[in-house]
């Protein structure tokens, strides 16, 4: 009997270890256990036997049994990746796991699975030097306990990784362009748009590789816009970037079935796709505040878009949740009567000459609105198409008034601007023929 094996000592080259393997992670259950040895029968058997841990150096933990039936032994045991060596003082003649080896983990097992996990520390436990650079021991009869020490943290094991990993899955990284310094490829996104009459385009979302300027507050130089038939390689974007991209994707459809159209089919089908395409502005807005880089692009013909963007037709923006409100205005003249549109925010008059499909950009604070709603949209258009104003002679109000402006006054706010008083007030037909006899 080697009962006074001094702690640390390494045991010889040619001592036999048994090896059970562990199925489920570093744990060993009786049941497992059991598959190794003839189980003993009887209840005395397991009786007044007492094993103690003794400690834990070059990789083996040291366990004293002091057994029912006199024997003294210590036990060995290292803890593998998917096994569990152990080794006897008894030498296990024969090869195979000895009655000490069971009866001392059948009764460190007793409770429940015996956890070796704690055990399993590659590359630092084998070296006694650097376990305890590394690691804090503890020792006691009835367990041992093996940590990171504070400073080191969370220590990663090979094959395994850090502890409580499992804890949480990782997604796409939230963050690896959000807030890039200087010189890097960050995500842009701008609304490309054009004006006029002919070849005019509703507004969609482009994203954009860029390069960011030295402070990383701009985007200097503009790579790639993403298109369906040509993505942008190799970005991780962040959850928010991966909604305006879909939303962008949509749009991008809409807006070239709309431009496609012709004729009749455009009457019928655009005011469809014109209420898709603000239903995904409207998502995509307040998505937009939270990004870093927002500009708009001026198009010129939606089939001729680049891949890449140019520099000189991108500006900055900045976009407001606010809706506008539309309004008119309706002046009398000597002979005439003259409606306007106007188009306010918090009662303030948002400043434009000319405005792409949907949007409102203001001039004062360069702010840019999306319409309330594809009705409003359309009458501004068409009043702007017509330099804002529509011309009513005084003979003809009546008329005006029966066939269009009776509806348009209930829809919408009128004010009428009283030539005399030159106050204004809210619209009412019946103040007004009182000036058409005149
Ligand atoms: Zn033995």
């Given at each position: ?194 004006l006029g009459e002919?070849?005019v385009?509703l ?67 655009s005011?469809?796709?014109k ?51 539309l ?14 549109a106007?188009v ?8 434009f000459?000319n405005k792409p499909p949907l949007f409102v ?10 319409m309330?709603s594809v009705q409003d949209d359309d009458l501004l258009r068409w009043m702007l198409l017509h330099?804002n ?50």
């Amino acid at each position: 009997m080697k009962k006074n094996i001094r702690p640390g000592i390494i045991l010889p080259k040619d001592t036999f270890f048994y090896t059970i393997s562990l199925e489920s992670r570093q744990g060993l259950t009786r049941e497992m256990l059991e598959l190794h040895y003839p189980v003993p029968k009887g209840r005395k058997v397991y009786m007044g036997n007492h094993v103690e841990y003794k400690g834990f150096k070059n990789a083996l933990i040291s366990v004293e049994a002091k057994l029912s039936d006199g024997s003294e032994n210590i036990l060995y045991l290292h803890v593998g990746l998917t096994e569990l060596d152990i080794a006897c003082t008894c030498g296990m003649p024969g090869e195979k796991l000895c009655f000490h080896g069971f009866m001392t983990l059948h009764n460190l097992a007793w409770f429940r699975r015996l956890e070796l996990e704690d055990y399993y520390w590659p590359g630092i436990v084998d070296d006694d030097k650097i376990k305890d650079k590394f690691l804090t021991t503890e020792v006691t009869k009835n367990w041992i306990k093996i940590t990171p020490k504070e400073k080191y943290g969370n220590i990663f094991k090979s094959n395994i990784g850090f502890a409580e990993r499992e804890r949480f899955s990782l997604t796409t990284p939230a963050k690896t362009l959000a807030f890039p310094h200087g010189g890097q490829e960050a995500i842009a996104y701008c609304i490309a748009y054009n004006l006029g009459e002919h070849h005019v385009h509703l507004p969609i979302l482009m994203a954009c590789l860029g390069i960011t300027s030295k402070q990383g507050n701009d985007i200097v130089s503009f790579k790639q816009f993403n298109h369906q038939k040509k993505l942008i390689p190799n970005v991780s974007y962040t959850a928010n970037q991966q909604m305006l991209n879909t939303i962008s994707l949509q749009q991008h459809d809409i807006a070239k079935r709309q431009y496609g159209m012709a004729g009749e089919e455009k009457k019928q089908e655009s005011q469809s796709l014109k209420q898709a395409m603000l239903t995904l502005w409207e998502q995509a807005i307040p998505l937009l505040l939270k990004e870093r880089y927002i500009y708009r692009y001026y198009t010129y013909w939606l089939r001729y878009l680049r891949s890449k963007p140019r520099k000189s037709d991108m500006r900055d923006c900045k976009y407001s949740l606010e809706r506008p409100v539309l309004s008119f205005q309706l002046k009398m003249y000597q002979d005439h009567f003259a409606l306007e549109a106007i188009v306010t925010v918090n009662g303030n008059p948002l400043q434009f000459k000319n405005k792409p499909p949907l949007f409102v950009f203001d001039k004062a604070t360069d702010l840019i609105y999306l319409m309330a709603s594809v009705q409003d949209d359309d009458l501004l258009r068409w009043m702007l198409l017509h330099n804002n104003r529509l011309t009513i002679l005084k003979q003809h109000f009546r008329e005006f008034q029966d066939t269009f402006f009776a509806e348009l006054s209930t829809f919408y706010l009128v004010h009428f601007i009283d030539p005399n008083s030159k106050k204004i007030e809210p619209y009412d037909y019946n103040n007004i023929t009182n000036y058409l006899s005149m």
